[in-house]
């Protein structure tokens, strides 16, 4: 048998084995900019009593979704989280923030919240590397938007980003999950559409940094735009990792690529190790 594959195989059987030991919190964060509380789930490795600190993976809901979609729905989740010796962080995006700081609604400040506010928060109450090379980001559909779209501009918070499934280019669908209760309508406000999609903010990007991981599945509707991220990248000389595979904008789709994410994760957390 192939020898990444036997290690691959190893992966699994102690993801699913270790699948009850990580300990899940879900936690009360104060935000100033938007003066609520919004709930989080944080998942802590059976390592965590080590004493030592550990990096940190912020993991994004889609739209629809809250703090507690990837505790309830991706079971494998927990033991990826012990295999990898990671922290993740599962925030609250209100139902269809989209991770912006609106510029229609000053109730919705989602990206101050959670590249700043959060940040902050998880650092002062777990133990943490407190550096962007113990810092990552990654979600689903509008997460994997607002991972990406957060990563980008603040690079000296995250150092590795990832997105599944993501709508990465926005503009297509001006009509479709409240992106114009955020933005104001395309027809109005082009001029905020185009600058806040993802595949139009390559420009803020450097080769090299932003460890880079992007991934979506064959019949999901956000296939075409992630190919179009995809080439952009390519063109740009920007380094990336690049996943496709049948499937389909659901959650058997994200239980299985949240394993890649997150080992995509830990490999970028190792690299100062390594070297």
Known sequence: MNPV????????????????????DTVETYSASMKKTIKAVVLTPDSYNSGREFPVVYLLHGYSGNYADWVKKAPALAGAVDAQGVIVVCPDGNYGS?????????????????????VNWVDTH????????GRAITGLSMGG??????AFRHQDVFGAAGSMSGGVDIRPFPANWDIAKRLGTYAQFPERWEQNTVINMLHLLMPGSLALIIDCGTEDFFFRVNNNLHDKLLERNIAHDYITRPGGHNW?????????????MRQFFDKPKRN
């Open 126 to 133: 777990y133990r943490t590397v407190k550096n962007r090379q």
């Open 98 to 118: 989209w991770y912006f700081d609106s510029p229609v609604d000053a109730s919705f400040r989602y990206e101050t919240y959670l590249a700043n506010e959060l």
């Open 252 to 264: 058997a789709y994200w239980n299985n690529a949240v394993n890649y994410q997150l080992l995509f």
């Open 145 to 150: 938007h607002g991972a990406l779209y957060l």
């Open 5 to 24: 594959r036997i290690l691959f195989l190893f992966f699994l059987l102690v993801s699913a084995g270790s699948l009850r030991a990580a300990k899940i």
